[in-house]
Nanobody
């Protein structure tokens, strides 16, 4: 399983950015896919999840600003980020969780840096 993130960069406060996660070796339509972030000196936190291509949930701090979506045909997951704030600055990671009958497997991408600054 490989997850490759892209789309990070430097953006001004109030701006927008879309992160992409290209998945291989796993079918995102039957996996739990999520975006996590880790700011310097802080623990990694869950930002948004899409569960088996359906239900989504978000951390309170991004509700109304971020949207997670998946394109099953492309096996890709996106995080659309609007109204970005300085506190959104972090390394963003894509995570996939797959469920077998007796086990759960988790996979992470390498991360992409998002910096919100004027």
């Amino acid at each position: 399983v490989q997850l490759v993130e892209s789309g990070g960069g430097l953006v001004q406060p109030g701006g927008s950015l879309t992160l992409s996660c290209a998945a291989s070796g796993i079918n995102i339509s039957i996996a739990d896919m999520g975006w996590y972030r880790q700011a310097p000196g802080k623990q990694r936190e869950s930002v948004a999840r899409i569960i088996r291509g359906g239900r989504t949930n978000y951390v309170d701090s991004v509700k109304g600003r971020f949207t997670i979506s998946g394109v099953n045909a492309q096996n890709m997951v996106f995080l659309h980020m609007n109204s970005l704030k300085a506190e959104d600055t972090a390394v963003y990671y894509c995570k996939a969780t797959s469920y077998a009958r007796y086990s759960v497997s988790e996979y992470w991408g390498q991360g992409t840096q998002v910096t919100v600054s004027s």
